[in-house]
């Protein structure tokens, strides 16, 4: 105690001992008695020791406050020190002269104040990392990612603990990272097989997960994501390689197509991208759009085209190689039966009934075996050919022969001379020629077990034909010859009687029939229908033919009609006859008159200025085709020359009226039937 | 020639109807022996006249065809009536030659012009005819037409007009046309609702419904009209001198075509082809030309001989269309008739030659009644003519399918 509170409280004792010694002043003066004296002070001692005791409790209940606080502080801040892993700071020890509780207790309260500050920045941390593992778990673990869940209490925050979680948030960084670059591997290649099949990307991501396809934000990590993810590449994948092979089958038809048809290089172009995959693995085919469905079926579409273009061509090519084919036939005078023509018609290719590729195939067989049995024929043929040949200058020799004028001396006629020689000289060979031809047939034959056909006929039949019709020719030559000697001696008797000789007129039919060294079996051309003989020559011969004989009917006869006299006929008459023979002799005749003592000329007998062949002509092919003997009960249209010989017409055309009694140009006016007949019945009318 | 040419000369023959054909050794007539034959037919003329001097008359029968047996040539009486085992006769028969027959389209009436100059109808129903009505001209009656309604005959002739006679309705006759020369050939077109006659006067004249006096149109031809056929829109025109006049009716005003007949004689008949792609054309020398209009077609002309019997030629007198099957018949002056296939080429059918020659022919709009009229067409000109012995008749033939069907032609190989 001080001297100060002393010196207060002796301050205090004088001012009691004076207040009461007022007291006893007061009180003497008073004269109180004793006891209330007493009383009074007894009270006044009470009193006293009432405020004494107060202030005591006061100051004992401020003390235990100041070291309660004092344990506080040092408890939390021992908690603290324990929590941040710490060693404890233990300010009374270290302050041990410190006086009085409230200094202990301000000594504590700074440390507890920073104590509490890096606590504070120490959960902060924590929390920090905390959210962030959180964070990372949420986007990698969605399943098991309980939100509120604080995985640390803050009773350890040391730092040890805090870098237990840090390394726990860089593992699951890792992890996260790891996670986003396989999503990203997935979503590029997601994205380049998106592309390439045409697919729209951001609609499959969105499907696999909608958080993908957000730009920035959290991606969802899981694990089904992931594996989502691979699916959805691994479904792309097959269906891109799907895609692919039918791009590569079409692509390969494609080509088969163009090497085909020689499809030029700018349609070709086109199509580069497409046939240039052709032999690509799944994982070359990165551009955009290749595996497109539009793409495809663009490709399809072309594919589809080309082949219908291609079965059109086949069907040309089929064609072609018919022709090929029979053409090869024809050229080894071959003539099959009709078999193979229908086998390969075209109307089955177009009906689907036969494959064209089949049919191809089957046509190159028989161009084959038509090859190699013509190879066989070759030297046959050769010589049949040449045989042929002899028989056309045979024929042309046996003409030449008729023509009497033969050696009148003319242009080329020296030419013709040296053909005639050489002629002769080959149709000496022929008989050997038929021979040698005839043994090799029969080898041929008897090598091959089969005949040897020329254009459908067998070969040896006609040289059989030929034989026996040269022997006809002999015969009659020989006949000729005879007859010519008789008619010598005739004109020799004549030319004694009168003394003139005939004119040596040309006979008309020398050129007039065709000559046929084959006699009456076609000569087998494989020109077809062109072994019809141009007529050309005859319509000449005929034309001066018709000449003469005009010159005839005026009434001249010329010498040779006259020579014809000897019949004793009366002249008219046999001139009339003759110009039917003449007519005759020309394809084209007129009607002939048969009406004895009926001179007017016939009104259709009016000469035709126009070519005379003209009416005949019918259609080269009919004349092959025209068959000799109709099997069926129909007939076929006479549409053969007009027969040479003199025909008539029935009807009598005469001129109309009667008053004309000298027409002078008859010819010029024809009347029908009718037109006579009421003629007769007007004049019957009048009569 | 020191006697003046006459105009109707003498027959040569004097038999009323002389069905003359050579003997019974037929002259071959092989390809190569032209002087052979040319004799052969000097030879078989010489015999004919000398058989004619002897009076004998001899037909052709069906039954000496078929055997060849000709030494006893069996003699038809002229008298009697023709009958055929496939035709059926028409009676009562018409008083002269008949001109023209012409069938209904809408029923079996057919309706025959005369030189008698009467138009007649008669119904057949069921192979048998009724006489239905009658008309007559003043002159001899050459052609006819049906309208396409089947109620009017046309009727033209030598009384140069044509006249329309309502038959169904039981109207009398009008003159709807008239010409300078005597009336050729008539033919209605449905499409056009046009009368077309043909005379000899050289002209075509158009009538329009016949409710105009006045022509529509009168077309200039070549010549006398012979002959005229018309498939819309095809026309083609037969005059003398082988003129063939082809009109598009499209443009009727105008001639398409002219061209010379491809037959070397003159032009008895006509008949356009179901396809307008060409007509037929027949002559008086036993020919009928196949020909096409397009030049491109000249390729498939042809002609072809028919009504020939030995050295003997007729006249092919009618043509006509099958109108189902798209064959055709000729009929001519020998008195045969036959149906032919121009596509195939072939002969059909033929039939047995009838004693008369055959003027007109035709069939029914079904094809299932071929008529024709067996009488004298002057073929032979008049001093061949008996009235007192001619007799005329009209046949029906019901032809088989098989008779009028085209066949395919026959295979023949290559050759």
Redesign the interface.
């Known amino acids: 105690m001080s001297c100060a509170v002393k010196d207060q409280l002796q301050q205090m004792s004088t001012t009691c001992d004076s207040l009461l010694l007022e007291l006893n002043v007061i009180w003497d003066e008073v004269g109180e008695p004793d006891t209330a004296r007493d009383r009074m002070l007894l009270e006044l001692e009470q009193e006293c020791l009432e405020v004494y005791r107060r202030k005591v409790d006061q100051a004992n209940r401020c003390r235990a406050q100041l070291r309660q606080a004092i344990a506080e502080a040092e408890a939390e801040l021992a908690g603290i020190c324990s929590a941040m892993g710490e060693p404890p700071v233990h300010v009374r020890q270290s302050n041990q002269k410190l006086q009085g509780l409230r200094e202990e207790l301000n000594a504590i309260v700074p440390y507890l104040e920073e104590m509490r500050k890096k606590k504070v920045e120490r959960w902060n941390q924590f929390v920090d990392v905390i959210e962030k593992i959180k964070k990372i778990a949420a986007e990698i673990r969605p399943a098991d990612f309980v939100p509120f869940k604080v995985p640390v209490d803050q009773a350890d925050l040391s730092l040890r603990k805090l870098e237990d979680l840090t390394n726990e948030l860089q593992s699951l960084q890792k992890e996260k990272s790891d996670r986003l670059r396989q999503v990203m591997e997935h979503l590029n290649t997601l994205h380049s097989l998106c592309e390439v099949l045409g697919i729209d990307f951001k609609q499959t991501v969105y499907e696999v997960h909608p958080s993908l396809d957000e730009a920035e934000g959290s991606k969802n990590l899981s694990n089904s994501t992931i594996e989502r993810l691979a699916s959805a590449v691994n479904k792309l994948r097959e269906v891109k390689v799907q895609r692919m092979q039918k791009l590569q089958d079409l692509a390969s038809s494609m080509l088969e197509l163009w090497n085909l048809m020689d499809t030029p290089v700018e349609e070709q172009q086109m199509f580069q991208n497409v046939t240039s995959n052709i032999a690509a693995s799944e994982h070359e085919i990165t551009e955009p759009n290749t595996l497109s469905i539009d793409f495809l079926s663009y490709v399809e579409s072309e594919v589809l085209r080309l082949e219908q273009l291609k079965a059109s061509k086949m069907k040309d090519l089929v064609l072609k190689k018919k022709t090929e084919l029979e053409e090869h036939r024809r050229r080894a005078h071959l003539i099959d039966e009709e078999g193979y023509a229908a086998e390969f018609s075209a109307e089955a290719i177009e009906a689907g009934l036969a494959d064209p590729a089949m049919v191809l195939e089957q046509i190159e067989a028989h161009i084959a075996t038509v090859k190699e049995e013509a190879f066989s024929r070759k030297d046959i043929l050769e010589k049949v050919e040449r045989w042929l040949n002899a028989c056309e200058e045979e024929a042309w020799l046996e003409d030449y022969n008729k023509d009497d004028n033969r050696y009148n001396a003319g242009r080329g006629a020296h030419l013709t001379l040296k053909r005639a020689e050489k002629a002769r000289i080959l149709v000496n060979k022929i008989p050997g020629m038929v021979d040698v031809l005839a043994t090799k047939v029969v080898a041929w034959e008897k090598e091959r077990g089969k005949e040897f056909t020329y254009d459908g006929a067998r070969l040896l039949s006609m040289l059989e034909e030929y034989k026996i019709v040269r022997q006809e020719k002999e015969l009659e030559k020989k006949r000729q010859r005879d007859q010519k000697k008789l008619q010598d001696q005739l004109k020799a008797e004549q030319e004694a009687l009168y003394g003139s000789k005939p004119s040596p007129s040309k006979p008309q039919s020398s050129k007039k029939a065709p000559r046929n060294s084959m006699g009456g079996s076609n000569r087998r051309l494989s020109l077809g229908g062109a072994t019809m003989q141009p007529p050309k020559t005859d319509i000449l011969h005929s034309k001066t033919a018709r000449a003469a004989k005009k010159t005839e009917d005026m009434g001249t006869l010329s010498p040779s009609s006259r020579g014809l006299d000897i019949a004793g006929l009366p002249i008219k008459k046999l001139s009339f006859n003759t110009s039917t023979l003449r007519e005759a002799e020309t394809p084209r005749k007129p009607f002939a008159q048969i009406m004895p003592g009926n001179n007017v000329p016939l009104a259709t007998v009016r000469p035709v200025a126009n070519d005379t062949d003209e009416e005949n002509r019918t259609p080269k092919t009919f004349a092959t085709l025209n068959p000799k003997t109709p099997m069926t009960v129909t007939a076929p249209m006479q549409l053969a020359m007009t027969p040479a010989v003199a025909n008539k017409v029935i009807a009598t055309p005469v001129s109309l009226f009667d008053e004309k009694p000298e027409p002078t140009l008859p010819e010029e006016i024809e009347y029908s039937f009718e037109e006579r007949r009421l003629a007769v019945y007007q004049a019957r009318l009048m009569a | 020639?020191d006697?003046?040419?006459?105009?109707?000369?003498?027959?040569?023959v004097r038999a009323p109807w002389p069905r003359l054909t050579t003997d019974g050794e037929d002259?071959p007539?092989s390809?190569?022996g032209?002087?052979h034959?040319?004799a052969?037919?000097?030879l078989s003329?010489r015999r004919r006249?000398r058989r004619a001097a002897s009076g004998r008359r001899r037909f052709p029968s069906p039954e000496e065809k078929s055997s060849g047996d000709s030494s006893t040539p069996p003699i038809i009486p002229t008298s009697g009536c023709f009958r055929t085992s496939h035709s059926r006769q028409i009676l009562p028969n018409p008083g002269d030659?008949v001109?023209s027959l012409s069938f209904s389209p809408k029923s079996n009436l057919l309706v025959a012009t005369s030189?008698d100059n009467q138009v007649r109808c008669w119904e057949i129903v069921g192979g048998n005819s009724q006489p239905k009505a009658s008309t007559s001209h003043d002159q001899?009656v050459?052609c006819s037409a049906w309208k396409d309604d089947g109620t009017t005959v046309f009727s033209g002739g030598?009384d140069k007009q044509v006249k329309m006679w309502p038959l169904l309705s039981g109207g009398q006759p009008r003159t709807v046309a008239m010409h300078d020369a005597?009336v050729?050939e008539i033919a209605w077109i449905p499409q056009m609702n046009l009368l077309v006659s043909g005379s000899?006067d050289k002209t075509l004249k158009g009538y329009w419904d016949t409710r105009q006096a006045n022509p529509v149109h009168v077309q200039q031809l070549p010549e006398?009209c012979?002959a005229l056929t018309v498939n819309y829109p095809l026309m083609i025109v037969g005059t003398?001198?082988r003129h063939l006049v082809v009109f598009n009716l499209q443009n009727p005003q105008t001639e398409f075509k002219r061209i010379?007949s491809?037959?070397?004689?003159?032009t008895?008949c006509l008949a356009a082809f179901p396809d307008q792609q060409g007509f037929l054309v027949g002559s008086?020398?036993?020919?009928v030309?196949v020909h096409h209009i397009d030049d491109a077609q000249q390729?498939?002309?042809?002609?072809?001989?028919?009504h020939?019997e030995g050295?003997?030629?007729?006249?092919v007198n009618s043509l006509n269309f099958h109108p189902v099957h798209h064959t055709f018949a000729t009929a001519g002056?020998d008195g045969a008739f036959n149906f032919?296939?121009k596509d195939s080429?072939?002969?059909?059918?033929?039939f047995s030659r009838c004693p008369l020659p055959i003027?007109c022919s035709t069939f029914n709009s079904d094809g299932s009644i071929f008529a024709y009229a067996v009488c004298y067409?002057?073929?032979?000109?008049?001093?061949n003519?008996n009235p007192a012995t001619a007799k005329t008749s009209i046949y029906l033939h019901s032809p088989q399918e098989s008779e009028v069907k085209g066949?395919p032609r026959?295979a023949?190989?290559?050759?």
């Open positions: 020639m006697r003046r040419p006459k105009i109707w000369p003498e027959p040569a002259p007539t390809a190569f032209t002087l034959s040319a052969a037919t000097l003329d006249r030659s001109s030189w001899p050459l030598c005597p050729k000899w006398r012979y003398a001198d010379q491809p037959l070397k004689y003159q008895r008086i020398e036993g020919r030309g390729s498939k002309n042809f002609t072809f001989k028919c020939r050295n003997d030629i007729f006249s002056s032919w296939d080429k072939q002969r059909l059918k033929a003027p067409d002057w073929s032979r000109g008049a001093e003519h066949k026959i023949t190989g290559r050759k």
